[in-house]
């Protein structure tokens, strides 16, 4: 296909698709992009231009392409306003997520040997630890109850409070901060306040970890001698959120499915259908190009903002046959749901221990569980950055 000017097709300009109260997930409008020829662009809130890459091929490509940036320092970032965008490392020095090589790779190779698969397996008996000691909390305040509150939130929490060696009496703290950070609703004001205390709470953190250093993720950035004490805050902080709010997300949402096809629970694929199927972070990779780039034979300039929107590519059923269909016995490998390239999720094999235990060991220890509501009305999070159900009534 021939690169075509970006300038010259307004009428390709659709408004951005965000999730709507109401609506199925992914948006329906995915679909309907993904039969274009060529890219549809869209106008996001905070004023920048953006490319929607809605199929598969185009969302691994872009997420692969060197010129395709994710620092959002860069002029031409597409963000939804300064609420709900990545911070700036003037904001939260160490939050990596938002580097381009070499800078991204500076953390990422300090960190990789604590989130491989075989560090994983090695902490398994903590995780599945963490894990039983929630679902008894659950079996022990007793029918009815919210499997959010009571369950999907604490595991994460718990277990990543565990890895970066912060106290689990002050996970109540961090989830009230976080909560406020990955709400798109929520005020400068009140994000501003919510980073401040997180940030200085880490920082303390990271102080105590100089003088006592011990087998955790803090102490082993401060032993790197890399780092800056304020990046490993900002680093810390990434892995905070990251740990807590992806995994408990789909925690819950996974849940949902098995409670109505128990059989299902156990199914070897069952973890990455879920991830493909719910993909949360549809809207976390933003890039913006800083080089001119051809992506699905459109050409996009220096400057203009790039959304690879993971759902839609999940969805694509060019590469996953039936794809609104729940089916753990697809072939679900290859999915998007941790991104993909130098940026994949670094936590992606943790996720899926923890995912993978969590069901086990709630089915198990409460075999009866089952939703106290109609599907059609679990409310879910439409106001957050990433996909999630605001609760999940159950009883047993």
């Not at 718990?158 to 009496?169: D, K, R």
């Not at 709010?245 to 259908?273: F, K, S, Y």
């Amino acid at each position: 296909m021939t690169a075509t000017d970006s300038k010259d097709d307004a009428a390709r300009q659709v408004d951005f698709p965000f999730r709507r109260p109401g609506e199925p997930f992914p948006p329906p409008g995915y679909a309907e992009l993904r039969g274009r020829d060529g890219l549809a662009w869209s106008m996001m809130p905070g004023g920048q231009r953006v490319w929607l890459l809605t199929r598969f091929e185009d969302v691994r490509e872009a997420l692969l392409h060197p010129h395709l940036s994710s620092d959002s320092r860069n002029e031409g970032f597409p963000t939804p306003g300064r609420t709900g965008g990545p911070p700036a490392q003037t904001q939260i020095p160490g939050w990596f997520a938002t580097l381009d090589p070499p800078e991204h790779d500076r953390y990422r190779k300090i960190l990789m040997q604590d989130f491989t698969a075989r560090r994983m397996k090695e902490l398994r008996p903590r995780i599945q630890k963490v894990v039983e000691d929630c679902v008894e909390s659950l079996a022990a305040k007793g029918s009815p109850a919210d499997l959010v509150a009571d369950y999907a939130v604490p595991i994460p929490s718990l277990v990543i409070c565990e890895l970066l060696g912060v106290p689990n009496a002050d996970r109540a703290f961090f989830e009230s901060r976080i909560s406020v950070l990955v709400t798109l609703s929520a005020t400068d004001e009140e994000r501003d306040q919510a980073t401040t205390e997180l940030l200085r709470y880490l920082g303390r953190m990271v102080t105590i970890k100089r003088h006592r250093p011990g087998d955790d993720l803090i102490s082993t950035m401060l032993a790197a001698g890399e780092l800056a004490p304020m990046e490993i805050g900002g680093a810390a902080l990434l892995l905070l959120i990251a740990g807590q709010e992806t995994t408990a997300n789909n925690i819950a949402l996974g849940a949902v499915p098995l409670m109505t096809r128990p059989e299902w629970i156990g199914d070897p694929g069952i973890v990455d259908e879920l991830l493909r199927f719910y993909s949360v972070a549809d809207l976390v990779p933003l890039r913006v190009a800083v080089a001119d780039v051809e992506i699905g034979g459109q050409l996009i300039r220096a400057g203009e903002g790039v959304a690879p929107l993971v759902a839609a590519a999940n969805y694509d059923d060019g590469r996953f046959a039936c794809p609104h269909a729940f089916d753990p016995s697809r072939s679900a490998q290859g999915h998007v749901a941790f991104g993909h390239g130098r940026h994949k999720c670094l936590g992606q094999h943790l996720v899926r221990v923890e995912m993978e235990l969590a069901y086990r060991v709630l089915f198990e220890r409460l075999p009866g569980i089952h939703l106290d509501c109609a599907v059609e009305d679990l409310r879910h999070k439409d106001n957050g950055v990433l996909y999630g159900l605001a609760e999940l009534p159950v009883r047993w």
